[in-house]
């Protein structure tokens, strides 16, 4: 059965990074991509961006282009998304979810931005 | 980027009723890409439907999807208890992905 696991929540200070990551199993990686969504305290889904699983080729929201990276792992099936110079509206949880529909959901990562 | 825009915004609705939720787009959505998940508090959210009408693996047949283009329907055909929940749609259509901003289906 299909899994994705992702790291635990992170706290951390306006103008750090952090790096998300999201462990697959149960399917062969390199067959799909890998999307990550987010969503702010009480608000909606938001698609942040997405790498494939073969080409590691990425596509991201245009509006945080600049400040985040997405990259894969194929040895260990694992993807990453890294979001440098946080601000307090990063506050998030992060998902990851497989594939272009999403099939497949991570449980979801806190990140809390806060001084 | 294609903007998707979902309607109503909450729909209160009693168990055994018919819901009808709506997603239009600012633009064609090409191949019919658009998925519809069902969202829970505290949970990740739930593929319901893919290509506008196909249901995912071990979704009930209340569930449907309909529509081409730039309009389409999520339709529960009679709510049960567990479908009191948020709704989005995607599209998936362009290569940045959007959703739509999400339908609260309440209990009435």
């Known amino acids: 059965q299909v899994h994705l696991v992702q790291s635990g929540g992170e706290v951390k200070k306006p103008g750090a990074s952090v790096k998300v990551s999201c462990k697959a199993s149960g399917y062969n990686f390199t067959d799909y991509s890998i999307s990550w969504v987010r969503q702010a305290p009480g608000q909606g889904l938001e698609w942040m961006g997405w790498i494939s699983g073969y080409t590691g080729n990425t596509n991201y929201l245009q509006k945080i282009q600049g400040r985040v990276t997405m990259t894969t792992d194929t040895s260990t099936s694992t993807a990453y998304m890294e979001v440098r110079s946080l601000r307090s509206d990063d506050t998030a949880v992060y998902f990851c979810?497989?594939?272009?529909?999403?099939?497949?959901w991570g449980q979801g990562t806190l990140v809390t931005v806060s001084s | 980027e294609i903007v998707l825009t979902q309607s109503p915004g909450t729909l209160s609705l009693s168990p055994g009723e018919r819901a009808t939720l709506s997603c239009r787009a600012s633009q064609s959505v090409n191949s019919n890409y658009l998925a519809w998940y069902q969202q829970k508090p505290g949970q990740a959210p739930r593929l319901l439907i893919y290509g506008a009408s196909s249901r995912a693996t071990g979704i009930p047949d209340r569930f449907s999807g309909s529509g081409s283009g730039t309009d389409f329907t999520l339709t529960i055909s009679r709510l049960e208890p567990e479908d009191f929940a948020v709704y989005y749609c995607?599209?998936?259509?362009?290569?940045?992905?959007?959703f739509g901003q999400g339908t609260k289906v309440e209990i009435k």
């Open positions: 995607q599209q998936y259509s362009s290569p940045s992905r959007t």
């Open positions: 979810a497989r594939g272009h529909y999403l099939d497949y």
